[in-house]
Protein backbone atom coordinates (compact mmCIF):
# COMPACT_ATOMS: atom_id res chain seq x y z
CA UNK A 1 0.00 0.00 0.00
CA UNK A 2 1.08 3.57 -0.78
CA UNK A 3 1.84 5.58 2.11
CA UNK A 4 -1.19 8.83 1.78
CA UNK A 5 2.20 11.48 2.40
CA UNK A 6 3.05 10.29 -1.45
CA UNK A 7 -0.53 10.91 -2.46
CA UNK A 8 -0.06 14.35 -0.56
CA UNK A 9 3.24 15.28 -1.73
CA UNK A 10 1.98 14.56 -5.35
CA UNK A 11 -1.15 16.48 -4.45
CA UNK A 12 1.12 19.60 -3.64
CA UNK A 13 3.33 19.14 -6.89
CA UNK A 14 0.51 19.65 -8.71
CA UNK A 15 -1.53 22.37 -6.83
CA UNK A 16 2.00 24.28 -7.09
CA UNK A 17 2.10 23.71 -10.76
CA UNK A 18 -1.35 24.70 -11.33
CA UNK A 19 -0.61 27.86 -9.59
CA UNK A 20 2.32 28.74 -11.46
CA UNK A 21 0.16 28.47 -14.41
CA UNK A 22 -2.21 30.41 -13.14
CA UNK A 23 0.42 33.47 -12.29
CA UNK A 24 2.40 33.05 -15.48
CA UNK A 25 -0.15 32.11 -18.70
CA UNK A 26 -2.14 35.03 -20.51
CA UNK A 27 -4.73 32.73 -22.53
CA UNK A 28 -8.17 32.63 -20.62
CA UNK A 29 -8.00 28.69 -21.97
CA UNK A 30 -4.54 27.77 -20.04
CA UNK A 31 -6.28 29.84 -16.96
CA UNK A 32 -8.91 27.58 -17.11
CA UNK A 33 -6.89 24.48 -17.70
CA UNK A 34 -4.57 25.65 -14.11
CA UNK A 35 -7.57 25.94 -12.13
CA UNK A 36 -8.74 22.85 -13.14
CA UNK A 37 -5.10 21.60 -11.99
CA UNK A 38 -5.95 23.13 -8.94
CA UNK A 39 -9.09 21.72 -8.16
CA UNK A 40 -7.77 17.88 -9.02
CA UNK A 41 -4.72 18.46 -6.98
CA UNK A 42 -7.22 19.22 -3.83
CA UNK A 43 -9.22 16.46 -4.85
CA UNK A 44 -6.51 13.83 -4.47
CA UNK A 45 -5.52 14.82 -1.51
CA UNK A 46 -9.28 14.55 0.20
CA UNK A 47 -9.04 11.23 -1.47
CA UNK A 48 -5.87 10.55 -0.26
CA UNK A 49 -6.88 11.50 3.16
CA UNK A 50 -10.25 9.91 3.27
CA UNK A 51 -8.45 6.42 1.97
CA UNK A 52 -5.62 7.09 5.17
CA UNK A 53 -9.15 7.79 7.53
CA UNK A 54 -11.10 3.92 5.97
CA UNK A 55 -7.63 2.55 6.81
CA UNK A 56 -7.68 3.31 10.17
CA UNK A 57 -11.15 1.84 10.73
CA UNK A 58 -13.06 5.60 10.24
CA UNK A 59 -16.73 5.43 9.40
CA UNK A 60 -16.56 9.17 8.22
CA UNK A 61 -14.14 7.90 5.65
CA UNK A 62 -17.16 8.65 2.60
CA UNK A 63 -16.49 12.13 3.71
CA UNK A 64 -13.72 13.16 1.05
CA UNK A 65 -15.37 11.32 -1.48
CA UNK A 66 -18.24 13.07 -1.09
CA UNK A 67 -16.55 16.32 -1.05
CA UNK A 68 -14.68 15.29 -4.23
CA UNK A 69 -17.92 14.35 -5.88
CA UNK A 70 -19.04 18.16 -5.15
CA UNK A 71 -15.58 19.67 -5.99
CA UNK A 72 -15.75 17.64 -9.51
CA UNK A 73 -19.94 19.04 -9.87
CA UNK A 74 -19.06 22.39 -9.47
CA UNK A 75 -15.58 22.16 -11.74
CA UNK A 76 -17.56 20.98 -14.45
CA UNK A 77 -20.62 23.07 -13.97
CA UNK A 78 -17.36 26.08 -14.08
CA UNK A 79 -15.99 24.98 -17.14
CA UNK A 80 -18.50 24.98 -19.28
CA UNK A 81 -20.11 28.43 -18.29
CA UNK A 82 -16.28 29.69 -18.73
CA UNK A 83 -15.86 28.07 -22.16
CA UNK A 84 -19.07 29.42 -23.02
CA UNK A 85 -18.33 32.69 -22.07
CA UNK A 86 -14.97 32.16 -23.71
CA UNK A 87 -16.64 31.39 -26.84
CA UNK A 88 -18.42 34.53 -26.79
CA UNK A 89 -15.58 36.68 -26.59
CA UNK A 90 -13.72 35.11 -28.43
CA UNK A 91 -16.13 35.79 -31.69
CA UNK A 92 -15.96 39.31 -30.50
CA UNK A 93 -12.30 40.11 -30.14
CA UNK A 94 -10.73 37.13 -32.12
CA UNK A 95 -8.27 36.76 -29.21
CA UNK A 96 -8.52 34.95 -25.62
CA UNK A 97 -5.46 37.16 -24.13
CA UNK A 98 -6.05 38.15 -20.85
CA UNK A 99 -4.77 41.70 -20.83
CA UNK A 100 -7.28 42.57 -24.41
CA UNK A 101 -9.69 41.16 -21.58
CA UNK A 102 -9.00 43.91 -19.35
CA UNK A 103 -9.25 46.40 -21.94
CA UNK A 104 -12.70 45.38 -22.98
CA UNK A 105 -13.57 45.70 -19.37
CA UNK A 106 -12.31 49.25 -19.03
CA UNK A 107 -13.83 50.59 -22.19
CA UNK A 108 -17.08 49.27 -21.31
CA UNK A 109 -16.71 51.37 -17.94
CA UNK A 110 -15.32 54.73 -19.38
CA UNK A 111 -18.52 54.49 -22.31
CA UNK A 112 -21.17 54.15 -19.18
Aim: hydrophobic residues 60%; neutral net charge.
Amino acid sequence: MVPTEYYVGLSAILFALGSVGVLTRRSAIMLFLSVELMLNAANLAMVAFARGWAASGSLTALEGQTAVFIVLAIAAAEVAVGLGILVAIFRNRVSTNVDDLAEVRWHSLALS
